[in-house]
């Protein structure tokens, strides 16, 4: 059973637009969703994380869109780069939990230039 | 970048042979994981420790077992490789009380079985 559904599976976007990657979980224990970006041949890097009681973070030009009675999370990327060109992870986490995290199944971000 | 050292990087085996992963880390983080990542299916948790020689299952424990005698290291043993246990394996750790709980992983190992 998938707690963290994410979607698209694979998204292509033009150099300078805005990509959107979202994720729903059912399990309304999480309490931490962090945002993951991998680039080939290297481990998953932290990119960006919410927590439930705020309803956006912005770091740059990546931002977090937290829907909690949706249960939904949004990755924006915006004026999209070649250099983002990467598989995303969204991920969830429970309190208590040892810290462990379940993960959506990616996204692979294509930035043509 | 944390400082996370996979071994070895790559590796290609034969069924039914056992095979050993090592994470060794310079943090002095409590906690430690292993992930298997596969096309399709995201990261999926292995098994983690939280303390030296505290171990727990994670959702894809079957055919794996792990041990941590130091908080350094923590070893990930295939005890009779099958081919779908071809994947690439992350180490994870974390720090207990770092804020926004991230965890941090190594560069992989990426493990074939024939």
């Known amino acids: 059973q998938q707690q963290v559904k994410q979607s698209p599976q694979s998204l292509i976007v033009q150099k300078g637009g805005i990509s959107i990657i979202n994720c729903a979980y059912e399990n309304t224990a999480f309490d931490y969703f962090p945002w993951y970006q991998q680039f080939p041949g290297k481990g998953p890097a932290l990119l960006i994380a919410i927590r439930p009681d705020v309803s956006e973070k912005k770091e740059g030009r990546f931002t977090i869109s937290f829907n909690k009675s949706a249960k939904q999370f949004s990755l924006h990327i915006m004026d999209s780069q070649p250099g983002d060109s990467a598989t995303y992870f969204c991920?969830?986490?429970?309190?208590?939990?040892?810290?462990?995290?379940?993960f959506g199944k990616g996204t692979l971000l294509t930035v043509n230039p | 970048d944390a400082g996370i050292t996979q071994s070895p990087r790559h590796k290609v085996t034969e069924t039914g042979t056992p095979v050993t992963l090592r994470c060794h880390q310079t943090e002095n983080h409590r906690y430690m994981y292993w992930y298997r990542q596969d096309p399709g299916h995201g990261l999926r948790l292995i098994h983690y420790s939280y303390g030296v020689k505290d171990t727990d299952k994670g959702e894809v424990s079957d055919g794996y077992s792990v041990s941590r005698s130091k908080t350094e290291d923590f070893l990930l043993t295939l005890e009779s490789a099958t081919s779908s246990q071809t994947s690439v394996y992350f180490c994870?750790?974390?720090?207990?009380?770092?804020?926004?709980?991230?965890?941090?992983f190594g560069d992989g190992t990426r493990l074939s079985i024939l």
């Open positions: 994870a750790i974390s720090s207990v009380g770092a804020i926004d709980q991230p965890q941090h």
């Open positions: 991920a969830a986490s429970i309190p208590g939990s040892n810290y462990k995290l379940t």
